[in-house]
């Protein structure tokens, strides 16, 4: 395991399906956290999970959108009835807390979602 | 509020040619972490450095400087001597605490031409 990994790569959808994204972090992470990066921009935050516990939740995350992380290793972030706006890059971020101020964070490759 | 702001979009610069790129950002809080990231053309975020509230002195990695001025809220970053390898997009974000958050400005895309 040498990095956190996303799946899959790429996805093309049509407006109103339901699509899904995987996240692995890396092993014994404990925090992972979901972004989206639209062309130009910096990622945006969209969520947060120490363990199995979502602990925080931007209020860019409307409805549609849900995301779990069952058991504390792996996570997914489903879009449900998506509209052209959720094409964008879905990226992941694993990290771990050593002490109060150690934190390195490592970034997935990202999912590029496109809705037609 | 909490915002980060990258005012440079696009920088253009010479091999060997030494390049600051700005960041700014706005917080009430006292406690706070600053960290720069560099998205190479192959996308993959990468983690440069992370900097506590409570630490201005400057840090120098290799080619690499980072200036933090907490009186004018910035945390700039200096690349010497630039190589085309350095051509990137390269973020500023803004945490605290307990990490729950990141917020990233918008981005400066160098680019280094041979």
């Known amino acids: 395991d040498t990095g956190v990994s996303q799946d899959p790569r790429h996805k093309i959808t049509k407006r109103g399906q339901n699509v899904t994204f995987r996240c692995d972090p890396i092993s014994e992470h404990n925090r992972l956290y979901w972004y989206r990066q639209t062309l130009g921009q910096g990622p945006e935050f969209l969520t947060y999970f120490q363990n199995e516990a979502q602990l925080e939740k931007s209020r860019l995350l409307s409805d549609r959108f849900s995301a779990e992380r069952p058991k504390g290793s792996f996570s997914t972030l489903e879009i449900q009835r998506t509209e052209q706006g959720d094409s964008a890059m879905y990226l992941c971020?694993?990290?771990?807390?050593?002490?109060?101020?150690?934190?390195?964070?490592?970034f997935g490759p990202g999912t590029r979602l496109t809705v037609l | 509020a909490q915002k980060v702001t990258q005012a440079q979009t696009e920088i253009s610069v010479v091999e060997k040619e030494d390049v600051t790129l700005d960041c700014v950002y706005e917080?009430?809080?006292?406690?706070?972490?600053l960290f720069w990231y560099k998205q190479p053309p192959s996308g993959e975020l990468v983690f440069l450095i992370r900097r506590n509230s409570f630490d201005e002195q400057n840090e120098i990695s290799g080619r690499y400087s980072w200036n933090f001025q907490k009186s004018t809220s910035s945390f700039n970053f200096t690349i010497t001597a630039s190589q085309v390898v350095d051509s990137a997009v390269y973020f500023c974000a803004l945490s605290f605490y307990n990490f729950n958050k990141f917020y990233f400005g918008s981005g400066t895309k160098l680019n280094v031409k041979p």
């Open positions: 971020a694993s990290s771990s807390l050593f002490g109060t101020s150690e934190i390195t964070e490592f």
């Open positions: 917080t009430r809080d006292t406690t706070y972490y």
